[in-house]
Nanobody, 123 residues
Framework: QVQLVESGGGLVQAGGSLRLSCAAS????????MGWFRQAPGKEREFVAS????????YYADSVKGRFTISRDNAKNTVYLQMNSLKPEDTAVYYC????????????????WGQGTQVTVSS
């Protein structure tokens, strides 16, 4: 069992930056692939970024490539999402997720989810 708690969301102006954190419980965190997803009002949850167990492999949605960076610190049981050059269309609730297997971009393949953190980008 893995419990995930996101933090770091907030209100930022367009062009600004935020760093989201996702703290995980459990001693097996380092064996999990992690992902970030987001859901805007009235829209489906969409993939943002994912990272494999040791950080050696990452994958990004085209909409955030070059602006967002996913990373992890297994010693701290934490995964991060650095978000730069934020746009109003990045406004959403951001969720982190974990799966005890290879990196994935499809939400149903993740077994554990956090409660989400709101990111609002004003124009």
């Amino acid at each position: 069992q893995v419990q995930l708690v996101e933090s770091g969301g907030g209100l930022v102006q367009a062009g600004g930056s935020l760093r989201l954190s996702c703290a995980a419980s459990g001693r097996t965190f380092s064996s999990y692939a992690m992902g970030w997803f987001r859901q805007a009002p009235g829209k489906e949850r969409e993939f943002v970024a994912s990272i494999n167990w040791n950080g050696g492999s990452t994958y990004y949605a085209d909409s955030v490539k070059g602006r967002f960076t996913i990373s992890r610190d297994n010693a701290k049981n934490t995964v991060y999402l650095q978000m730069n050059s934020l746009k109003p269309e990045d406004t959403a609730v951001y969720y982190c997720a974990a799966r005890p297997s290879a990196i994935a971009t499809y939400a149903p393949r993740y077994d554990y989810w956090g409660q989400g953190t709101q990111v609002t980008v004003s124009s």
